[in-house]
């Protein structure tokens, strides 16, 4: 997948009610921005680590991001 992928997939999961909400939401932030500023290596690793505060790392979409 690449970063704009993984930021779609990423922003499908925040606000879903997990613990530690708040991290995804900042690590999507994150990847928006670094996006934006064609940083796209960067920004698909902030937004697998939306994924894995949101979704965690056993979750079927989090191992889609990393593959």
Do not use: P, T, W
């Not at 079927?60 to 990393?66: E, F, I, L, P």
């Amino acid at each position: 997948m690449n970063a704009s992928q993984v930021i779609v997939l990423a922003r499908k999961h925040v606000g879903n009610g997990a613990a530690m909400d708040s991290s995804a939401r900042m690590c999507l932030a994150d990847a928006v921005s670094l996006f934006d500023k064609e940083n796209h290596e960067a920004a698909k690793r902030r937004a697998v680590d939306a994924l894995r505060y949101s979704v965690g790392i056993f979750h079927a979409d989090y191992k889609k991001a990393v593959s």
